[in-house]
């Protein structure tokens, strides 16, 4: 099991936070555009528990890949998971926590995950897999100040 966890503290109301990125219209806007991220099912509504949200990507060599989501948990203004139900990982766990703080908004991610094939998939996360993923969050770090003023980064990455 792999773990990326990363706080950033963003200088705005908390449902503000949370409208952005509780919406799965607006993951694109904050993912690398190499990653060809594009929602094919599912992304059109409000977030539910139950949700289930297919997206394309192309994680690895630009190939194509199918990535179906469940959105397992959702407390409004607090905190929403998603898990991979069909795609790249043997298994993603992504919690996506909010706390309001003096001045702004703490926004915790914790994602945990497991790339198949054994010990080969462990050997393939330590020389391309983790660095991709935590290339993905260094990504959303740098553009997310084009939505909100940032206060600070504590990133795990």
Do not use: C
């Amino acid at each position: 099991m792999h773990q990326l966890r990363t706080t950033t503290i963003l200088k705005a109301p908390i449902d503000k936070v949370w409208e952005f990125f509780s919406s799965p219209k607006n993951l694109k806007k904050i993912t690398p555009p190499a990653m060809g991220f594009n929602i094919i099912m599912g992304g059109d509504t409000d977030m539910y528990p139950g949700q289930i949200i297919a997206y394309k990507v192309k994680p690895l060599l630009g190939i194509p890949t199918l990535w179906v989501t469940e959105i397992t948990h959702v407390e409004t203004n607090r905190f929403f998971v998603d898990e991979q139900r069909v795609g790249p990982y043997k298994m993603w766990h992504h919690e996506h926590h909010f706390e309001a703080v003096e001045g702004g908004v703490k926004m915790t991610d914790i994602v945990s995950y497991r790339v198949p094939f054994g010990l080969l998939g462990k050997l393939v996360n330590w020389l391309f897999v983790g660095k991709k993923v935590a290339g993905i969050f260094k990504y959303r770090e740098q553009v997310i100040g084009r939505f909100f003023e940032v206060g600070g980064q504590r990133s795990g990455i």
